[in-house]
């Protein structure tokens, strides 16, 4: 393991391994009702250890500069984070999306740390922050942001005229803006990936999950407005991504 960045990808495979494959349900439930007193907690910090250990066994195996207390220091740093931080997501509610999300970044975080530490250097940590200053990722990250709430909101008002014609449809609350953004984010990469055709197949997978509703529902407001919404959508995605691509190849 020669290359710094299978390293950290190894490390990471580990950790996806040792948290969502090789952790049973039971041992969340247990933690979240006994906290510190759990068992399995110290089990599944074990684990991590365990699986931390190969990983980097194998790349001292690679590497003569890095020796047993490397390796030692690297299982423990990554061992106790990780008790003390699924400790800590033990206290909070675990039905919330940005818990979970909180606690991976914490242990991502720490592994970027070990790999740091391991390679002895921060110019990997430089070089990735100057690629994330790019103009193309910049834009790329500003384009995938338009699309979801500004998007969104221009969307609705544009609409606006229309929806206070519609009765409820009983449909879910705010699905519908859920949808589109995630049509958009999908429409935008296929542009980018100039995959133009894929675009056309997404619209007719979308008519065909919508035929259904709309034949039930027998409310011609209801189609005109759904297809109205559809196309104003893709389009203005459509024209974003066509733009952005223009930019990027120069």
């Known amino acids: 393991m020669t290359n710094p960045d299978s390293l950290l990808l190894a490390l990471w495979l580990a950790h996806l391994t040792g948290d969502f494959l090789l952790q049973p349900r039971a041992w ?13 907690l110290w ?23 890095r020796g047993a ?38 242990h991502g975080l720490v592994l ?4 740091l530490a391991w390679v002895g250097s921060w110019q990997p940590l430089g070089a990735a922050v100057a690629w994330l200053a790019t103009p193309r990722v910049l834009g790329l990250a500003c384009a995938y942001l338009l699309v979801s709430r500004p998007l969104s909101i221009a969307i609705a008002l544009v609409m606006r005229r229309w929806s206070d014609q519609l009765e409820a449809t009983g449909t879910l609350a705010a699905a519908g803006a859920r949808i589109g953004m995630l ?3 999908l429409v935008l990469t296929l542009v980018l990936l100039d ?17 259904g509703d709309l034949r039930e529902a027998q409310d011609r407001k209801l189609t005109e407005y759904v297809l109205l919404g559809t196309l104003l959508s893709v389009a203005s995605t459509l024209a974003l991504g066509l733009i952005l691509r223009r930019l990027l190849e120069g």
């Not at 969340?28 to 399995?40: F, I, K, Q, T």
């Not at 133009?196 to 035929?211: D, E, H, I, M, Y």
């Open 28 to 40: 969340v439930e247990e933690r979240y009702r006994l906290g510190h007193r759990s068992p399995h």
């Open 43 to 65: 089990q599944h910090a074990l684990v991590h250890a365990a699986l931390t250990l190969a990983v980097l066994v194998i790349a001292a195996a690679h590497d003569a500069q």
């Open 69 to 106: 207390l490397a390796v030692l220091f690297g299982v423990l740093v990554v061992a106790i984070s990780h008790w003390w931080i699924d400790l800590a997501k033990s206290w909070l509610s675990p039905h919330r999306l940005r818990w979970f999300l909180l606690d991976q970044a914490l």
């Open 112 to 115: 970027v740390g070990v790999w």
């Open 183 to 185: 049509e958009r984010f």
């Open 195 to 211: 995959q133009l055709t894929a675009v056309g197949f997404l619209l007719a997978a979308k008519s065909v999950l919508r035929f």
